[in-house]
């Protein structure tokens, strides 16, 4: 496997890891928000912020390292 090879392959599995946790992360921000989890009647507060920040790192965190990753144009 070249080192390119790995390089991508690595950066796959960062980008899904940014979406499988940013997605388990407003989930859990869901059942804070409305259950019992942490505080018997939900913990509205907590719980929307914490689906916020699952929300920008499900969608707004992989675009970010695209771009970041993103090669120069060819000249």
């Known amino acids: 496997m070249t080192p390119e090879d ?3 392959r690595t950066r796959y599995r960062l980008v899904t890891a940014c979406h ?3 997605t388990a992360l407003a989930l859990f921000g869901l059942v804070v928000w409305n ?3 942490l505080r ?3 913990w509205p507060d907590l719980g929307i ?3 916020l920040a ?4 499900t969608f707004g965190l992989p675009r970010l390292l ?3 990753w ?3 144009p060819a000249p």
């Open 40 to 42: 018997a009647g939900g």
């Open 35 to 37: 259950g019992d989890l």
């Open 6 to 8: 790995r390089r991508a």
């Open 20 to 22: 499988l946790g940013g």
């Open 70 to 72: 993103r090669s120069p």
């Open 66 to 68: 695209a771009r970041r």
């Open 54 to 57: 699952g929300i920008v790192a």
């Open 49 to 51: 912020a914490l689906f």
